[in-house]
């Protein structure tokens, strides 16, 4: 009746065999795969960025369209089409921020972590593996939305207003650098929720940082503002989707570096949390 | 096989697990035993590599658990119930834990048979109850079809039926020679899954031994004699140097005195005996008095000392049955 009356340690051991070499990336690879194809946060995520990079983009361009007559002088000699196509893309930092977040606070929020880095006990190799799909995803559906968010825009404002076109000098550079931003403000994003390892806590640091930043810092005096405000991911972002240096945005007024420059300062960013976020991982215990 | 040696253990103040030694052999159920807070869970993260102990080693057939090449082959784990992501699919949960390990799709569905969820395989993980999510995290420790087996609490969220399955399949799994390690804070349930249990308490091992010897030690060797004749039995035995209690319900616990001693001299007398029971302690109690200094939380109530008959003392179910002879 009781198994404590099954035969004991006489059984031989039960020949299992293991297959040839050992766990790798590839598996993980796959693995994460799955993970995000088959949680709802996911496809959820890519519809908002949708909405937002693309809807955002073409309400303001069509707006823009239909105010052009009634417009003053100074708006018609700054305005940006290309910027102004891609003015969802700060509400696509978030969304974009939101799901990097997620990829990695809910393998904590749930305990799958356990069962992950049981599966794969090499720590690093996890991290590397979840950062690379979530790369990817998020490279291809940002450059998707941007460059679909440019051409509806350059559409709406056709006819009324000048537009721009891909061959004309910076343009290509926006369009695809604000892909770009939105991929690598995803990683930092990721970054800092390894760090945190909680969705509400993650979340608040990395819109934090995005947006209440540079308003914290608009109450410091100017020339701290001239010295600082270049390196907020914020403006980064802005000055990566203009195209007319002087142009529109928020943030003119400051000191910024080139779009390039800048987006280096945006890698080393989501660099510095993924590598933290790493040893931290490794140090702690799950 | 699992090895753990000299695992110590500390959280800020706390320590957790305490110079803990002991082995897991294949072939057998292993019960893990102590009160809640006693550094059950802790022991099995590190065996899995999970937590880091300040000092000491473990390791799963000779190797520390992060240098298996492929732990889900080797060792397969039920840590906490419900840990799964709410909005995957049983069937994507297994499914994405089986790609890392090189694990087919046949596998899953395998392991969806064994534990019984093939048919809300393909539900959101969210809507199980306690009892299907310890089913699907049972599923996902078979996954790799390992040779080594850890379940934390695995009776936990189960109804009756699940907690039968749950003790045949770890009979099974042992049967078939593999290293099965169960973890509980419940005796009644340990004493009918486990043939060897390693107690501990306050994070230190209090006892590593074979279940019937565990029993034996609580026990303090009473017999329970019931006889038309209690005057006359009870001055025989006394004579004899027994120690004889009479009980309200007109029995006598006899102690100091083997049970074949006390018939044979009734025998010798003439005098009838319509019971003759040699008492041992419950594991639950063996369990009690082993780890009453060692408890985290201590009740103000004392636990109750029942004596239960040794042919019941395993099967708690049977514990208020009259046994008659």
Known sequence: ?286 | MIEVRGLRKRYGKTVAVDDLSFDVLPGRVTGFLGPNGSGKSTTMRIIMGLDAPDAGTSTVDGRPYGRLPWPLHEVGALLEAKAIHPGRSAYNHLWMLAQTNGIGRARVDEVLGIVGLTDVAGRRAGKFSLGMGQRLGIAAALLGDPAVLLFDEPGNGLDPEGILWVRNLLGHLAGEGRTVFVSSHLMSEMALIAEHVVVIGRGRLIADEPVSQLVQRGSRGTVRVRTPQSDEVARLLRAHGAVVEPEADGSLTVSNMAADVIGDLAAEERLRLHELTPLTASLEEAFMDLTRDSLEFHSSADPSHRREPAAAALTPSAADHEVTP
Not at chain 1, 150 to 158: E, H, I, N, P, Y
Not at chain 1, 164 to 181: K, M, Y
Not at chain 1, 204 to 215: F, H, Q, R, S, T
């Open chain 1, 1 to 286: 009746m009781t198994i404590a009356a099954a035969p004991g340690p006489a059984v031989a051991p039960a020949p299992l065999a293991l297959p040839p070499g050992r766990y790798g990336p590839l598996g993980q690879l796959r693995s994460e795969w799955t993970k995000m194809r088959t949680v709802r946060s996911t496809i959820w995520s890519l519809i908002a960025t949708i909405i937002a990079v693309v809807g955002i983009g073409a309400i303001a361009s069509a707006v823009t369209a239909a105010h052009w007559r009634n417009s003053g002088f100074v708006d018609r000699v700054t305005f940006d089409p290309t910027a102004r196509s891609l003015a969802g893309i700060f509400l696509g930092e978030i969304v974009i921020g939101v799901l990097g977040v997620l990829v990695m606070s809910a393998e904590y929020g749930t305990g799958t972590i356990r069962a992950t880095l049981s599966a794969i006990p090499n720590r690093p190799l996890v991290l590397a593996c979840k950062t690379a799909m979530f790369a990817f995803i998020a490279f291809v559906a940002s450059e998707i939305l941007t460059f679909a968010a440019f051409l509806l825009g350059q559409q709406l404002l056709k006819g009324s207003t000048p537009y721009a076109t891909l061959s004309q000098p910076g343009v290509f550079r926006a369009v695809f650098g604000a892909g770009l931003v939105l991929t690598v403000l995803g990683l930092f994003a990721l970054g800092l929720a390894t760090i945190i390892r909680h969705t509400a806590g993650a979340l608040a640091a990395y819109v934090g940082i995005l947006l209440v930043l540079p308003l914290i810092l608009q109450a410091f005096p100017t020339s701290w503002q001239n010295a600082a405000m270049r390196y907020m991911p914020l403006v980064i972002g802005e000055r990566m989707t203009s195209v007319v240096a002087r142009g529109e945005h928020a943030f003119s007024g400051f000191p910024l570096f080139s779009p390039w420059v800048g987006f280096g300062v945006l890698c080393a960013y989501a660099a510095a949390a993924l590598l933290v976020g790493c040893f931290v991982l490794v140090r702690r215990d799950a």
